[in-house]
């Protein structure tokens, strides 16, 4: 009669060499350290309140939980901490790591108001359509804040056109001028925004404004077509690891 399989204790390291689950431990770890450190801090705000000033690293993860260590700096010097966050539940297996850390990685990144776990790192320059916003946008601000002498001389050709009395052009040049600036101000406040809540790295981040403020809805459209993008990706690996758990 054969006995009776070993029943796995659940925390318990699993069965095989030692060395399978150091080398699985250390690919995790390395992974997390080199490619996720958004999701480290994410990990340390969310589920611990904490927020870390530098040197994020996961220094440990077993079937329970993992360990992350950082640092805060503060007036008094630098403290250097560890924090622990528990699985709930534990892992059966280190084999789970991948889809446990994306799921709280997830769930993390919701809870703190973003929406996406990896930030957008993507700049898309403007096409010719945007070309005769932006030069239109520069050319009345020339004449309208830079140099308004050629719109207020009175033997300016622009003050030569008139309707019932009234100089035409210039009215309408900065009447057009000042619209097209608050809303330009406004898709760019926008834009400021989504390209927060997407986490894009400031540079790019300053550079997606200020073509919004130079060309308006244009600049809206591109990162709006990154924004789908992004959350087609992130739905596909929500369903993957819901469909696993």
Same mark, same amino acid.
């Given at each position: 009669m054969s006995e009776p399989e070993p029943v796995p204790v659940v925390g318990a390291r699993p069965s095989g060499p030692p060395s399978n689950w150091e080398a699985m431990k250390q690919r995790i770890l390395s992974h997390m350290n080199k490619d996720h450190q958004v999701s480290l801090k994410d990990y340390l705000l969310f589920y611990k309140g904490i927020t870390p000033t530098r040197n994020i690293e996961m220094r440990d993860i077993t079937l329970e939980y993992i360990t992350i260590g950082y640092e805060i700096v503060h007036n008094r010097g630098i403290d250097q901490l560890e924090a622990k966050i528990e699985f709930n539940p534990p892992m059966k297996s280190l084999a789970d790591g991948r889809d446990v850390l994306v799921g709280m990685a997830m769930q993390a990144s919701e809870g703190l108001g973003y929406a996406t776990v990896t930030p957008v790192d993507k700049f898309i320059l403007p096409t010719w359509r945007s070309i005769p916003i932006m030069v239109l946008v520069l050319v009345s601000t020339y004449y309208v804040y830079w140099n308004p002498t050629a719109i207020n001389d009175? $033997?300016?050709? /622009? @003050?030569? #056109?008139?309707v019932y009395g009234i100089e035409i052009v210039p009215l309408l040049m900065k009447a057009g001028y000042w619209a097209g600036i608050v809303f330009h101000a406004i898709e760019t406040l926008? /834009? #400021?925004?989504?390209?927060?809540? #997407?986490?894009?790295?400031? /540079?790019? @981040? %300053? &550079?997606?404004?200020?073509? &919004? *403020? /130079? $060309?308006? *809805?244009? &600049?809206?459209?591109? *990162?709006? %077509?990154?924004? $789908?993008?992004?959350?087609?990706?992130?739905?596909?690996?929500?369903?993957?690891?819901?469909?696993? $758990?």
């Open positions: 009175s $033997e300016s050709v /622009l @003050r030569k #056109y008139k926008t /834009l #400021y925004i989504w390209t927060g809540m #997407y986490r894009v790295p400031m /540079l790019k @981040r %300053t &550079a997606w404004c200020i073509c &919004a *403020f /130079l $060309e308006g *809805f244009p &600049a809206i459209g591109r *990162f709006r %077509t990154l924004m $789908e993008e992004n959350d087609k990706s992130s739905e596909n690996t929500k369903k993957t690891v819901e469909k696993k $758990e």
